[in-house]
C-alpha cells in the first residue's frame, strides 16, 4: 500500500508551508502510516483534478482521492483502526481546535503575506498576489503596513490557548492528537515562510510548539525556516 500526499512547496521544492498539508502530514505519522509527498504548487491545479479540489492537501490512498485537511483526518480515522487514534473518542473537540486553528491561519496572515510571497514559486508569484489581493480587498503592502504594530495584540489573544498547556504537556494532554497538528499548522507555517517570531522564548506555546517540531524523529524541524 502505497499513499500519495500532494504538497504545497516553494521555489525550495524542501520548503514545505502550508498549515493543512502540515495537519494532514502529522496525522500521517500519528497513525504511522508511510506516505510519499508530492510537491505541489498554487498554479498546478490539473495535477489534482481527480480530487474535485483546486486545494492541497489532498491525499490519494489505495488509488482514492480525498481533499481537504479535516476530511483526510476522518477518513484516516475511520480506515485504519488498528492505528493510534487522532481524536482519542473526542473528534467533535478537535473539530472546534481545527476551527480554532482556521482562525489562526487568517490572523497570522497579515503578519507574513509578503513574505509568504517571497517563498512561492517564480510561477506562483502573480497568482498567490492577486488571489489573495481579491480576498483581503486591497495591495499586500497595505495589509502588512496596517498590521505593522499588531504583534502584541496578536499574542494577548493566544492566552485561552497558553491555558491548555499550560500544566499538560499538549492540547490532546499528556500525547498529541489532531488538536496539537491543527493548532501546530499556522506556526508551522509561518515558521516556514517568515522571519517573524510570533511566539517569545519564554511563552508557554513557544514550548509546546518546541514539542511538537521534535515529533516524529523531527518532522517538523526537517524543513527550512526562514
Excluded at 505519522?29 to 483546486?54: C, D, M, N, Y
Excluded at 490532546?172 to 492528537?177: A, I, N, T, Y
Amino acid at each position: 500500500m502505497t499513499l500519495f500526499l500532494y504538497d504545497l512547496a516553494g521555489s525550495d521544492e524542501r520548503r514545505r508551508f502550508s498549515p493543512y498539508c502540515w495537519r494532514t502530514r502529522f496525522a500521517l505519522a500519528h497513525k504511522e502510516l508511510a506516505v510519499e509527498t508530492i510537491p505541489w504548487r498554487f498554479t498546478e491545479k490539473e495535477a489534482i483534478a481527480p480530487s474535485g479540489q483546486t486545494k492541497v492537501p489532498v491525499l490519494v490512498d489505495d488509488g482514492e482521492w480525498i481533499a481537504d485537511s479535516w476530511t483526510i483526518a476522518v477518513h484516516l480515522e475511520r480506515k485504519y483502526t488498528d492505528r493510534p487514534s487522532l481524536f482519542a473518542g473526542a473528534q467533535g473537540l478537535s473539530k472546534i481546535y481545527s476551527s480554532l486553528a482556521d482562525g489562526l491561519v487568517a490572523s497570522i496572515f497579515p503578519f507574513v503575506a509578503l513574505d509568504v510571497l517571497s517563498v512561492v514559486h517564480d510561477r506562483d508569484v502573480e497568482y498567490f498576489r492577486k488571489s489573495r489581493e481579491e480576498w483581503v480587498g486591497k495591495p499586500l503592502e497595505d495589509l502588512v503596513a496596517d498590521h505593522s504594530s499588531g504583534i502584541q495584540g496578536f499574542r494577548a489573544n493566544l492566552a485561552p490557548l497558553r491555558a491548555a498547556v499550560a500544566n499538560q504537556p499538549f492540547f490532546g494532554g499528556d500525547r498529541p492528537l489532531y488538536a496539537d497538528y491543527a493548532l501546530f499548522g499556522p506556526f508551522q507555517w509561518a515558521r516556514c515562510a517568515s522571519r517573524l517570531t510570533l511566539l517569545d522564548e519564554s511563552d508557554t506555546l513557544r514550548a509546546w510548539f518546541e514539542r511538537m517540531l521534535d515529533l516524529f524523529g523531527g518532522l517538523g524541524r526537517h524543513v527550512p525556516a526562514c
